[in-house]
């Protein structure tokens, strides 16, 4: 059976778009699946201008078959119908050539939309859920005091969610524990077997370990004593927790010298803010924005990683995929504990520390650990490799679209 790929996105062009969007396709186009970008946006965000700068930005990193599509709010049916019309003139090339027409969607918001679809196209369409959080969780993280409007949202939210898994022929998830979440929204009625784990992923070509990059880099930064703890990503979002990781770095630098803060951050402003509330001195933070191609070169630098996350359910499902940054680049990771399935990986492996707010770190114990991890930046990167990089889960997913599609895919490389 012939089939044509659609990855439809409704995420806006930034860091995310790029490696887990652009990042994935290119990869599948490496290994003979074509698939074609689908930029979604809600009509009343509709902008030529950010129509063109989105394309010229897309354009830089991908040559590929791209479409946008703006659609309208799912609320009556003939603003479903016109969406459903909409999403089908996308596919159609696939749909008039007989072929079966494959839909990867990172949003369970048109859900109803994609029903509609179904009924309509049969058995020749195919719709993985990308799920790559709780949705429903993270609009009630985001929500200081809730009220019942706030709490219909919430509902509305987890339906979606529970829809959308029931629609899907595969849902691919993060986390064990975000399958098991969505498992419940079911109350048991989806079998496990519909979904496909696969964790935050980055790629190997971007993010590896190398020795002669960490002391080039370390003398370039004037850091090559210290012990460096760094921090890579946003401030500005409650899930970001920065409290919890300036104070982790206050407990370091109490019981060690040498200790530096690298933040890689474009929030610079707000980590000054953090760096004065925790009275920490200046001279042992360092704040650096890199574009997401050179993250490797400080992370390579650097001596432990920072993951801190509060216990709920928003951060119980997740899979930051700065934790495959981490230990592709041979770093250990301080991680809060019941980080989707992330905390068992430190606590097991003993490459880094489970770390709560009230986590007491003896002196002794963190010089012992330093040393350790000092000998096995490579084994760690490996393990990396292994476990977490793009390149080692390539096969499992192009295996399931051959499942959905009985396409013949040629034979992956491992070693690509």
Known sequence: MKAKFYFFSPLDFDTVFRTQVIGWVNLFREYGLNCTIVKLSPVRKFSPRRISSDRRG???????????????????????????????????PSLLSGETAVIQIRSSALHRTLALMKKITGRRLKIIYDSRAAAAEEYLYSLQDPGP????????LKDCDRQMTALSDRVFCVSSVLADYHISLSQGRVSREKFILYPGNADERLFHYSAEL??????????????????????????HVPD????????????????????????????????????IAKENVLILSADNRQVHRYLNASDLGTLF????????????????EYLMCGLPVAISPSVGDLSRVIETTGWGIICSGDTVIDADDLNRKRSGWSANRSSISRFGYENFSKQAVISGLLGVYDELT???????????
């Open 58 to 92: 897309i354009r830089e990193l991908y040559n590929g078959r791209l479409a946008f599509l703006h659609t309208l709010p799912e609320k009556y049916f003939f603003t479903r119908l016109a969406n459903a019309l909409l999403m089908l003139a996308v596919i159609s």
């Open 149 to 156: 409007r706030e709490r219909a949202v919430y509902e509305r």
């Open 214 to 239: 960490r002391h080039s880099v370390r003398a370039e930064l004037g850091i090559e004593s210290r012990f460096v703890v760094v921090y890579s990503g946003g401030l500005e979002m409650p899930w």
């Open 244 to 279: 919890m990781l300036f104070r982790f770095f206050r407990k370091i630098s109490a019981m060690t010298d040498d200790a530096i803060l690298l933040v890689l951050s474009k929030d610079r402003g707000l980590a000054l803010e953090y760096v004065s509330k925790h009275e």
């Open 309 to 324: 996350r509060t216990d709920d359910i928003m951060n119980r499902v997740s899979s930051p995929t700065k934790f495959a």
């Open 406 to 416: 009985g396409r013949q895919a040629p034979k992956a490389d491992a070693e690509n």
